[in-house]
């Protein structure tokens, strides 16, 4: 089954990138995690820039620098996994949650208690507030050590799925642990704590506390919080660049990629891509218990409408890729908001209405990924314009972008949301049918319902 090819056809598929570095990739993408931390974007660049700075006043070799340059990168990689419990025991916004943690003594119980006061239940009724303070409190240090130990170990898990290092993904693994043994998820102290860990730890900390305060506020933390939070060596370190305004006004602006060191450069070959691809749609997925393996499902099928279209290669790859990551910008909604059991609110739509936006200014952020960014962003357009978020019509949505738009509404309604139950294809295909030709490709339409048909033969048999 053939399709036409409408105009803006996809052009410079990233295969044809022979040197893209690894570095601009995770720099780009990092901007992702940074939104579900509850953190301005450019969190972990600045961090890295803090960090790699340590480094040098360690005298780090390159192989220990290298590891720790995409540890500070990646540092926030399994943030997305403990998202909707987050949000359901404090009933409130995940994101603004975590964000006053990180301003928090946590090793406090006063200040520990106060943050569970002014976040828990927020917008809520008195008696709501009530019922979730009890759960947080109720939850105590096992609550949050679980909570840590899940965002830990799937970030690590996803450093390794990209083909680094365990000294990075051991880095991430230490990153909340303190060098007095009060942090998580082990409790492990001192020298105990890898050295990449105790770096990421100071690293992230000083750097949200420079945002609200500057230099004086970032040494002033970490003079505070020595031989509690963070190895003295570091400390002293970090207060000695005090004074050095040329570096800390280097964070306005961050450029970590000639942070790597030359000797140990990665590349982000094809390979490697698709490495990337499928780790960050597993950060992605994991932000909602209601789309675990949606990335990877529309992509799945994407790619089997492009194949029977008869796609060049390279842009199924770069097709493939893009629904991989088409909803990399949900990491910005709440999980409040996505996990929802009932109708959304006019500003809760508002919000999830911003997602492809988000994908898009993402994704951009890599330059060789800028059409496979138009794609992504393109998920939610619709060939009458009723779309979102930029209300594009036919004309200007191509072939590629037809079909993820068709990929991602069928893989959809085909799974389970917390406000309806999966429809089987049958349903799936009665629903889209009126739409060919008006808001959904009418061809790519007709190859869902022979990729659907083969898909349901297969299972049968």
């Not at 992702?32 to 974007?41: F, I, K, S, V, Y």
């Not at 109708?343 to 997602?355: F, K, M």
Request: proline share 4%; hydrophobic share 45%.
């Amino acid at each position: 089954m053939l399709m036409r090819v409408p105009r803006q056809a996809t052009d410079q598929p990233i295969d044809a990138v022979a040197e893209l570095p690894l570095s601009e990739v995770l720099s780009g993408l990092s901007y992702a995690l940074d939104m579900t931390e509850g953190q301005p974007r450019g969190h972990a660049e600045r961090s890295c820039l803090i960090g790699m700075r340590l480094a040098g006043a360690l005298g780090l070799d390159d192989a220990s620098r290298s590891s720790l340059f995409y540890a500070l990168l990646l540092k926030d990689a399994g943030c997305s996994s403990n998202a909707a419990r987050v949000a359901a025991l404090f009933g409130a916004d995940d994101a603004m949650v975590k964000s006053s943690r990180r301003l928090t003594d946590t090793s406090s119980t006063s200040q520990a208690l106060l943050h569970v006061l002014r976040t828990a239940g927020t917008g809520g009724s008195l008696l709501a507030r009530g019922h979730h303070v009890g759960a947080v409190l109720r939850s105590g240090r096992s609550g949050a050590r679980s909570l840590i130990e899940l965002r830990c170990e799937r970030g690590a898990a996803v450093a390794r799925a990209i083909g680094l290092d365990e000294v990075t993904a051991r880095a991430i693994l230490d990153v909340d642990e303190h060098w007095d043994g009060g942090g998580y998820p082990t409790g492990i102290s001192g020298d105990d704590i890898s050295l990449a860990g105790r770096v990421l730890c100071l690293a992230q900390t000083a750097e949200v506390f420079w945002q609200h305060g500057g230099p004086d506020a970032a040494c002033e933390i970490a003079r505070r919080r020595r031989r509690t939070w963070f190895d003295p060596t570091l400390v002293d370190a970090l207060v000695a660049l005090e004074e050095d305004s040329d570096f800390w006004q280097s964070l306005d602006f961050p450029e970590v990629t000639p942070l790597e060191p030359p000797a140990r450069v990665l590349v982000a070959d094809s390979d490697r891509l698709d490495r990337v691809a499928h780790a960050f749609a597993s950060i992605v997925d994991a932000k909602s218990p209601y789309t675990a393996q949606h990335s990877e499902r529309v992509a799945a099928l994407a790619d089997a409408l492009a194949a029977l279209a008869g796609i060049d290669d390279r842009v199924r790859a770069t097709l493939h890729r893009a629904a991989l990551l088409h909803d990399i910008g949900k990491l910005g909604v709440s999980s409040r908001i996505l996990d929802k059991p009932g109708p959304l609110d006019p500003g809760e739509w508002e919000a999830v209405r911003r997602h492809p936006q988000w994908s898009l200014e993402i994704l951009a952020r890599v330059g060789a990924f800028a059409d496979m960014a138009r794609i992504a962003a393109a998920h939610h357009e619709r060939l009458d314009g009723s779309g979102y978020y930029r209300g594009l019509t036919g004309e200007h949505l191509d072939q590629p972008s037809r079909i993820l738009a068709v990929a991602d509404v069928a893989e959809a309604l085909s799974a389970d949301r917390p406000y309806r139950r999966a429809l089987d294809p049958d349903e799936v295909l009665s629903i889209l049918r009126p739409d060919a030709n008006r808001r959904l490709d009418q061809e790519v339409l007709a190859a869902l319902e022979h990729v659907l048909a083969a898909r349901s033969s297969t299972t049968i048999g």
